[in-house]
């Protein structure tokens, strides 16, 4: 394990500078609103494709908002509407074409 973590920290690493923990802020953003979007779809199962699916989808119709440690961020420009919004189309993308052949 402590050899993965050293690995993927020196993946992020230029030169002495570990860019690990910058982050898109509307990742838990998108994650919390895909909670609450798939509990209203109970006839939808998505497999793990489905979900990773949806996240990039969701993740990539959104600007992104990235942010580093020790951040202070003073608004958030992305409401939460555009947020559920994204997920839901996302869902229904998927839903309606997933990104594999519905026997795999």
Not at 53 to 75: H, K, M
């Amino acid at each position: 394990m402590e050899k993965k973590v050293a690995d993927l920290l020196e993946l992020y690493a230029v030169g002495k500078t570990n860019l690990f923990f910058i982050h898109n802020k509307n990742e838990k953003r998108v994650i919390e609103a895909m909670r609450h979007a798939l509990a209203e779809h109970p006839d939808f199962a998505p497999n793990d494709i489905d979900i990773q699916d949806i996240y990039a989808l969701s993740l990539n119709s959104l600007p992104p908002r990235y942010v580093q440690q020790g951040t202070i961020v003073l608004r958030e420009p992305v409401r939460p509407d555009v947020i559920n919004d994204a997920v839901r189309e996302a869902i229904e993308t998927v839903r309606t074409r997933p990104n594999y052949t519905p026997d795999e």
